[in-house]
């Protein structure tokens, strides 16, 4: 891999690693939201308390899913930038079955395009659940 390519693949996994803090925040808010709508459940109506139930595992469940996602793209964009190319990893991933035969050999570009959609993703889905722990709250105790 040139050095003009390697870069990309830094920078990637920098932002990839980056997102700790954001996976961490994601699981206690969303642990945080499951303990609220379960303890407040007694004092809302139950298709209300099961409503939120759901959203807030489904959300910790999303948040889960991108953590894993991105602790192994920054994992996958650490050898990327060490490698000498990425024909030896698009075959590793054909072979593992996480990438399409026709995916592999996509330029540097779109790889870091994915990644970074992943990573707006999950500071999403950490404001869709800060504001469903705030809901839950003010649902449960007012």
Same mark, same amino acid.
């Given at each position: 891999?040139t050095e003009?390519? &390697?870069?990309? =693949?830094? $920078?990637? *996994? !920098?932002? @990839?690693? +980056?997102?700790?803090p954001?996976?961490?925040?994601? %699981?206690?808010i969303?642990?945080?939201?499951?303990a609220?709508?379960?303890?407040?459940?007694a004092?809302?109506s139950?298709?209300?308390?099961l409503?939120?139930?759901?959203?807030?595992?489904?959300?910790?469940?999303?948040?889960?899913?991108?953590?894993?996602?991105? &602790?192994?793209? =920054?994992v $996958?964009? *650490? !050898?990327? @930038?060490? +490698?000498?190319?990425?024909?030896?990893?698009?075959? %590793?991933?054909?072979?593992l079955?996480?990438l399409?035969?026709?995916?592999?050999?996509?330029?540097?570009?779109?790889?870091?395009?994915?990644?970074?959609?992943?990573?707006?993703?999950?500071?999403?889905?950490?404001?869709?659940?800060?504001?469903l722990?705030?809901?839950?709250g003010?649902?449960?105790?007012?």
């Amino acid at each position: 891999m040139t050095e003009v390519a &390697r870069w990309p =693949a830094t $920078l990637a *996994h !920098a932002a @990839a690693a +980056g997102t700790v803090p954001w996976q961490n925040a994601s %699981a206690a808010i969303g642990l945080i939201g499951l303990a609220s709508a379960v303890v407040g459940g007694a004092t809302i109506s139950l298709p209300i308390s099961l409503g939120l139930l759901v959203l807030n595992a489904a959300l910790l469940a999303g948040g889960l899913w991108l953590s894993l996602r991105l &602790r192994i793209d =920054a994992v $996958l964009f *650490h !050898a990327l @930038a060490e +490698g000498d190319g990425s024909d030896e990893f698009d075959r %590793a991933m054909v072979d593992l079955g996480w990438l399409d035969a026709g995916r592999a050999g996509r330029p540097m570009p779109y790889r870091v395009a994915g990644l970074m959609r992943l990573v707006r993703l999950l500071v999403l889905l950490v404001a869709a659940q800060l504001m469903l722990l705030i809901v839950t709250g003010w649902l449960t105790w007012r």
